[in-house]
């Protein structure tokens, strides 16, 4: 409790010195966290993408329909399939009318054939995994086609890779560049304080006694520090997502939950470093 008090009284000692830290803490995790909302958009749209991948196989013409019932229902049993759905020659018709209404007139009845589309679940829509689905499904006589944009999906999955690494190599950099900042902001704080230390440990301070306050103080710090940046950032996205006209997704609780404590350690550890430093030159 004394160490809590402590760390509340350097506050209200110097409110100005208090202002800049969590200022300079909110601003760098800010800058990651606005790279964070921009990576977890790009996911989630590539994620609504990915949903869209499909395998479509048409059925020739004449096949009974008990044949078609019972491979849709083989298919359905495959571990990477979602779903599978019959389209008969006239839904296949309506659709393509629907889709392509500028052609609604050019097609004609019986053109297009009955198909199988097969949805697959996600974890089983790369590349690989897609043309394993694809040839089982070419292995049934009746089907006289498989389609499936495999250059689309190869596209796909390549760039979902790139924006993998592409986000974890930013991520790393942008938290390095947060944690130096706020290293230093820390470290101006306890050398603002160094006659303090000086003389608690003329006094007989243990060095346990006098980190304790600055620990406590760092991680109150980085936490209100990542709260500023939490609302920043909050307002940053109903700003870009007004202007852009585009629905854009935010973090959800246990992210910003994540955000807080990131904050906490980063005030924590920087104060840890900045007091230990000092400590072994008094």
Known sequence: MLAIRTALTAFRRAPLLSALSITTIAFSLFAFGLFGLVALNIKNALQKVEERVEVRGFIADSTPIETITAASDEISKYPEVLNVELVTQAQALERARTELP???DVFESEVLPASLDVKLKPGARDPATVKQVVDKIRAFDFV????????WISQLYKLRNIAGVAGVALGLAFAAVAVIIIGATIRMAVLSRSREISIMRLVGATDGFIRRPFLIEGSITGVLGGVLALVLTYVAMRVLGQYLHFETAFF???????????GAAMGFLGSAVSVGRHLRKV
Do not use: A, Q, S
């Not at 006289?144 to 250059?151: I, L």
């Not at 959800?252 to 990131?262: A, E």
């Open 102 to 104: 500028e052609f609604k």
């Open 252 to 262: 959800d609780r246990r992210i910003g939950t994540l955000g807080l404590l990131f």
């Open 144 to 151: 006289d086609d498989v389609r499936y944009g495999e250059e």
